[in-house]
Nanobody, 120 residues
Framework: QVQLEESGGGLVQAGGSLRLSCAASGRSFRWYDVCWFRQTPGKEREFVAAISWNGGLTNYADSVKGRFTISRDNAKNTLYLQMNSLKPEDTAIYYC?????????????WGQGTQVTVSS
């Protein structure tokens, strides 16, 4: 079983920065691709960024490219999302997720989410 716990969310003014963390426990984190999604009320969950198991490959949504950076520390079983130049439209609940198998496209394990609110 995999447990994922996000932290680091909060209230920030537009133009500010936050760093989200996702602590993983259970099934070995270091061997699996992980990602960040976000969701606002009434909308579908939106992909934000992904990183491969060894950190060698990253992928970003166009809406966050150049502002957000995804990274991981496999020694600490932790995933990060550095968010800079935040905009009000970045307001959402942010979720981290981990794949069950890297060859599959879907993410099987999800955290409970952390709220990010960006004021204008």
């Amino acid at each position: 079983q995999v447990q994922l716990e996000e932290s680091g969310g909060g209230l920030v003014q537009a133009g500010g920065s936050l760093r989200l963390s996702c602590a993983a426990s259970g099934r070995s984190f270091r061997w699996y691709d992980v990602c960040w999604f976000r969701q606002t009320p009434g909308k579908e969950r939106e992909f934000v960024a992904a990183i491969s198991w060894n950190g060698g490959l990253t992928n970003y949504a166009d809406s966050v490219k150049g502002r957000f950076t995804i990274s991981r520390d496999n020694a600490k079983n932790t995933l990060y999302l550095q968010m800079n130049s935040l905009k009000p439209e970045d307001t959402a609940i942010y979720y981290c997720a981990q794949k069950r198998e890297n060859r599959l496209s879907d993410y099987a394990y999800w955290g409970q989410g952390t709220q990010v609110t960006v004021s204008s």
